[in-house]
């Protein structure tokens, strides 16, 4: 079955430090992907989205991925994060087939330390 | 108001009440999306509409019943629950076309006593 799979699903890093969630997929074909952001009580805000062309894709809030057909992954990177990014991140994608029907990843919560 | 929005934000409800939700969405989407958010679970798609049609439906109890009566507005009507239905509702919008990001709303945070 299609899945998408983000291994972590707790991460604490330092505040300034910098961060990568990951983010594994399963089509065969190239995807479509997204990382979306949920802070506490809210709902979820797309962050960045990869369609096709140049394979690191440059979101809101200082993010970024990088696309690695290789190794079937979409990693979302901070150089450096600030408290504000405490939240839980979600990666997505539609399957070829039905491309409306997005399926999400379980969530990484990140917690960051002062 | 801009973006989606959702009332209530939180709901306590008797599994013999009957309530609902409300989503409105101010983009002009086309088509919008139900989801069921539970703590250490993926999210759940529970409905989507498309052109206010219902093109999905996961497998949804009856005790969950969509209505969709104009592009803006989505509604969960909601009766007999069970506390096992106690979650965040997730209501998204998007533009019908293919792979097109979904906007989501924050949510109502239900409780089933």
């Known amino acids: 079955a299609q899945s998408v799979t983000q291994p972590d699903i707790h991460i604490t890093v330092s505040e300034g430090a910098s961060l990568e969630l990951r983010c594994n997929y399963s089509?065969?074909?190239?995807?479509?992907l997204f990382w979306y952001v949920q802070s506490p009580g809210q709902g979820l805000q797309l962050l960045l989205k990869y369609f096709s062309g140049d394979t690191l894709v440059q979101g809101i809030k200082g993010f970024e991925a990088e696309f690695k057909r290789s190794q079937s992954s979409f990693n979302l990177r901070k150089p450096s994060v600030h408290w504000s990014d405490a939240a839980e991140y979600f990666c997505?994608?539609?399957?070829?087939?039905?491309?409306?029907?997005?399926?999400f990843g379980t969530g990484t919560r990140l917690k960051v330390l002062a | 108001e801009t973006g989606v929005t959702q009332t209530p934000r939180h709901l306590v409800m008797g599994m013999t009440n009957k309530k609902s939700l409300k989503c409105e969405q101010h983009?002009?989407?086309?088509?919008m999306y139900w989801y069921k958010q539970s703590a250490k679970k993926p999210l759940e798609l529970m409905f989507v509409?498309?052109?206010?049609?219902?093109?999905e439906n996961n497998s949804v109890p009856s005790r969950f019943s969509p209505e969709c009566p104009n592009s803006s507005h989505l509604f969960l009507h909601l009766h007999t629950l069970q506390p096992e239905d106690s979650a965040l509702y997730l209501c998204a919008s998007s533009r019908q076309e293919a792979y097109n990001e979904q906007f989501f709303g924050p949510g109502t945070r239900l409780t089933v006593l």
């Open positions: 997505a994608s539609p399957p070829p087939s039905v491309t409306y029907k997005y399926i």
């Open positions: 983009l002009g989407h086309n088509a």
């Open positions: 509409y498309s052109l206010e049609e219902r093109v």
């Open positions: 089509y065969g074909a190239t995807p479509y």
